[in-house]
């Protein structure tokens, strides 16, 4: 009895200081002056069937405080789960109808993606607590239903495959897919398999336990020589007029001096190693030796830390870390360590004058939200998230990183760059740790943030949203997945936006890159017990459109430049960001429902 009064006071108290502090900006979200939007959000109360949640909802911006209780979330199967006539989606990636044969050599040369592009191919850490893992597109589509906002589409269901699915577009004419919806045929909250995607954790390379990949610092040598070649590289960069170049004697915050409190990273400017307080800093700024410092939680440029690419030990990990042993009994390849079975996608744009793009796209089947005081937001099914790396007459320039509606653009030099390590092992040599690495290494790192996937430069804490970083991305050097391993490439004219397979996969078909609706879920009206909405945050948002509308044809690097595009010369650094709100600028995933957010952004 006791414990539940006790629980009922603390909901009350998180949501009710969740309230006041969203409420600031939810007000201007809720209230926006757009009438479609606002009539939408009229509709979207009033399937709620009680006259108390729709007040809460009206005249507090509490709404859906009745479903709290995770318990009502899930259910039995009571919808009749049908399933799929199509069950092997193998050949999905292998039907295109492209016959190479036939190609002439000017159609050859439109899609043969250049070596460097390969060369310079992001590595990317995975989160080690990660939940939900990249996903493979057909089975993505086994699994979901085209959905007119809540009506299912009538027959389209059997059909939509890699090839077609761009003909969902014609379904509601003139409104250009905006409101098609890829509906998962399942319950998320009940986390079917196919939408944590755990088969599709990278191969782990096979390491010594506890081998130290990050013990030794930069030392002045190091230093020097990653120096000169900043230099270099800053040459090129004052050639671009467009870009606003932060300041640029600044490398990156390398910590030099011992902590003398206990703090470490970030702007700090401490590093642990040397200190009296422990030798591994943790991601959230304190220095200390035992496992809470040193392993997954550890930033690596601020102290020493423990190999993560063995998976760290946190108890809860532990389970998936068997499960993993197992599966690397029959699928562990050293050559093919960090690939994984979900293949990612690679768009190469020549923008012409020398300048090609290279975008990375990865795929999820699932975003989790983040939780604020305990409460979930911004849940979604799909999520894509991309790299951009900038070629200049075939020299990589500059890399954008996307992070939720807004992304961080980087130079080449300012990225952590990875080698393979000569020895053999799987464990790679960072330029942080190794002079060997930091001259010979082509591949920046990327790390995916848990839930979100949103990417960083760094591993640690990103905070966004509120100025005291109350939201959060976390990263850190998880599960290491190398997308060169296993990618479908294609090219793209973002003039006449023609899409073409690549010469290395010419019977990937293409249909799905046109298709403009969204990659999951409408977000579900109030009246569906897994939704609420609190100070304008959505527990359940809308799903994601696909890469051609990820503003492909851009002239910076950075995928909404109306503010503006600074490529930072260094990492690291985190600092808190404000969520531009959808009704400013561009949409994204997470977006206010409703908005034009499928609408092809052509060359502006
Ligand atoms: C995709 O759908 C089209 C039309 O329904 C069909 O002709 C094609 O064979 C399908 N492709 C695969 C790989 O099933
Ligand atoms: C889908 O929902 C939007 C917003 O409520 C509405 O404007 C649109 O007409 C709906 N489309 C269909 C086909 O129901
Ligand atoms: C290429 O460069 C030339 C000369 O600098 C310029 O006139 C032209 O507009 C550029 N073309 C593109 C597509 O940027
Ligand atoms: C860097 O790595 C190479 C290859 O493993 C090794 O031979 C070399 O000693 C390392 N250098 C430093 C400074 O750790
Ligand atoms: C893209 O298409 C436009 C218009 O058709 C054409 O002028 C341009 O050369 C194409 N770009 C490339 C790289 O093929
Ligand atoms: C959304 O798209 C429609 C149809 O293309 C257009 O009329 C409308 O102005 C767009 N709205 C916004 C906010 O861009």
Request: charged content about 20%; overall charge negative; hydrophobic content about 30%.
């Amino acid at each position: 009895m006791q414990t539940l009064a006790y629980r009922c006071l603390a909901a009350f108290l998180a949501i009710s200081l969740a309230y006041l502090i969203l409420s600031g900006i939810g007000a201007h979200a809720t209230q926006g002056t757009n009438p479609i939007k606002i009539s939408e959000n009229k509709e979207w109360i009033a399937t709620s069937k009680y006259w108390l949640d729709r007040q809460f909802c009206i005249w507090f911006g509490l709404c859906g405080t009745l479903h709290l209780r995770e318990a009502g979330w899930t259910w039995k199967h009571d919808m009749k789960s049908t399933p799929s006539p199509i069950e092997d989606v193998s050949g999905f990636w292998f039907s295109g109808r492209e016959d190479p044969d036939s190609w002439s050599d000017e159609e050859i040369k439109k899609r043969t993606i250049p070596d460097y592009v390969f060369e310079h191919a992001p590595y990317v850490h995975l989160f080690s607590g990660e939940q939900f893992w990249p996903c493979d597109l057909p089975e993505h589509l086994l699994h979901t239903s085209p959905y007119l906002n809540y009506s299912a589409i009538p027959d389209a269901d059997y059909k939509h495959n890699l090839s077609n699915l761009h003909e969902l577009n014609d379904v509601e004419s003139g409104m250009h897919a905006r409101y098609v919806y890829l509906q998962s045929n399942d319950n998320v909250e009940e986390r079917p398999t196919w939408l944590a995607g755990d088969k599709n954790i990278p191969n782990s390379p096979r390491v010594e336990n506890n081998y130290e990949i990050h013990g030794v610092g930069p030392n002045s040598e190091d230093l020097k020589a990653l120096h000169n070649t900043n230099n270099e590289q800053q040459n090129v960069d004052q050639s671009d007029q467009d870009v606003h170049v932060a300041d640029a004697n600044f490398i990156w915050p390398i910590e030099r001096t011992p902590s003398l409190n206990g703090r470490c990273g970030g702007n700090s400017g401490y590093t642990c190693k040397g200190s009296q307080f422990g030798q591994c800093c943790s991601i959230h700024g304190w220095c200390g030796g035992s496992e809470l410092f040193c392993d997954d939680l550890c930033d690596p440029l601020a102290g020493d830390c423990k190999d993560l690419l063995a998976l760290g030990p946190r108890p809860d990990l532990r389970r998936r870390k068997r499960r993993l042993d197992k599966l690397e009994k029959t699928q562990h390849d050293p050559n093919r360590a960090g690939r994984s079975s979900a293949p990612a996608i690679l768009v190469v744009v020549d923008k012409g004058n020398g300048t090609v793009d290279a975008f990375w796209f990865f795929f999820y089947s699932y975003n989790l939200g983040q939780t604020v005081f305990n409460i979930r937001f911004g849940n979604h099914v799909g999520d894509w998230e991309h790299t951009l790396v900038r070629f200049k007459d075939g020299q990589p320039h500059e890399v954008f990183l996307s992070e939720h509606t807004f992304g961080e653009a980087y130079s080449w030099s300012a990225m952590e760059k990875y080698l393979p390590n000569p020895d053999g092992s799987g464990t790679m040599l960072g330029t942080f740790s190794n002079i060997t690495a930091a001259r010979a290494a082509k591949r920046p790192v990327v790390f995916s943030a848990v839930g979100s996937h949103a990417m960083y430069g760094t591993p640690g804490l990103h905070p966004y949203i509120l100025p005291w970083g109350l939201l959060h991305d976390q990263t850190d050097r998880g599960p290491l997945w190398d997308p060169s391993l296993n990618v479908r490439s294609f090219t793209y004219n973002s003039t006449n936006q023609e899409i073409r397979s690549s010469t290395r996969n010419p019977k990937a078909p293409v249909g799905w890159f046109n298709y403009a609706g969204h990659w999951g879920d409408k977000y579900y009206p109030l009246s569906d017990p897994r939704q609420y909405r609190f100070a304008g945050q959505y527990h359940y948002v809308n799903g994601p459109s696909g890469p051609k509308f990820k503003n492909l044809g851009r002239r910076t690097v950075c995928q909404n430049s109306q503010s503006g595009c600074e490529v930072r010369k260094w990492l690291g650094g985190s600092r808190s960001r404000m969520l531009p709100f959808p009704d400013d600028g561009d949409e994204e995933e997470g977006g206010i429902p409703g908005g034009n957010s499928t609408d092809d952004k052509t060359l502006t």
